[in-house]
């Protein structure tokens, strides 16, 4: 099969080409419980960029460059193509989305249903993933598809928009009428985020960007108010919330000041959530306990969120904007990306 493969890391960005095209060896059935599933889209993430440049290679590959080549990909959607012997529920051809972390569930993690923090792969990171014609993967990663959704439109939401769903289900279950959601970052995540929000509660939603591209997309996606990171933000923020600050902020980027601020903006006893990543977290220790703010770190969702939230998606309260490349485009999608002219999530179409 064709695959974009990553056979160097390139720390400073400076490569031509950071993925070939390659013919690689097709995955085959080694488990009673393995699927293989035929790609239809394939997303294209912010991660995959920091895989490049080398930020996971402590995590994901400690021993220097034993983990290359590797096929990226974690957000994956198409048809199942074969099953394993023990596999029932799904057929050839069948639309699925799949979960991103292969667990065995029989860990502890996996029996309370916090797939993502299970023993296992997550292909994509640390083995083979969807940058391909087909993917190996787990009977229990796969969701069904309903009718309405096909999917290369629905790819990112096994990473992108599953993680943005939990934090969000998180922020819902404190967050009530009259009250306030800062969501920093409007882009692949936050804007998935921001429906969100309001398919799942009655509180106010600001939102803060840097782009006006990005706060357009905001707009569109039913922010309630939207605010320019110009360095006046935090003093905006605290004017719409009475000078107290918000209930919730939750924090699509990470990095360049925002954890800083998004603390700035959060009203004692308030949550802030950190999804992006990029800089430290830095707060005297006597701050948060006179406010007793809450940090609440997040990752990818479980396999059970992931269903909740293509029921949002099949009732047309989500929906993904998206950018479709090709396959063999990916190094364009991936420069795109690092450039900042995506809005909302690239997909890979093979």
Known sequence: MKAQVLNQYDDKFTAEHWVNLENVEDPKIDKATDVIVRIGGAGVCRTDLHIIEG???????PD???LLPLIMGHENAGWVE????????????????????VTNGTCLACRRGHDMHGDGLFPGLDSNGGYAEALKTSVRNLVKLPTSLAPKDVAPYSDAGLTAYRVVKKATRHLLPGEYCVVIGAGGLGHIGIQCLKAMC??????????DSSLELAKQSGADHIIKADGS???AVLNLTGEVGAEAVIDFVGEKGTTAKGLAMTRP???YYIVGYGEDIQIPAVDLIISERNIIGNLVGTWAELTELMALADRGLVELAIKEYKLSDANLALKDLNN?????????IP
């Open 64 to 66: 220097g460059n034993s």
């Open 340 to 348: 900042g002219k995506i809005q909302g999530r690239a997909v890979l």
């Open 55 to 61: 930020v996971w290679r402590p995590h994901m590959d």
């Open 202 to 211: 009655a509180s106010e939603v600001i939102v803060v960007d840097i782009s």
């Open 269 to 271: 006893m308030g949550n």
């Open 233 to 235: 933000e935090v003093e």
């Open 82 to 101: 074969e099953v394993g012997t023990e596999v029932e529920e799904f057929k050839k051809g069948d639309p699925v989305i799949v979960h991103p972390k």
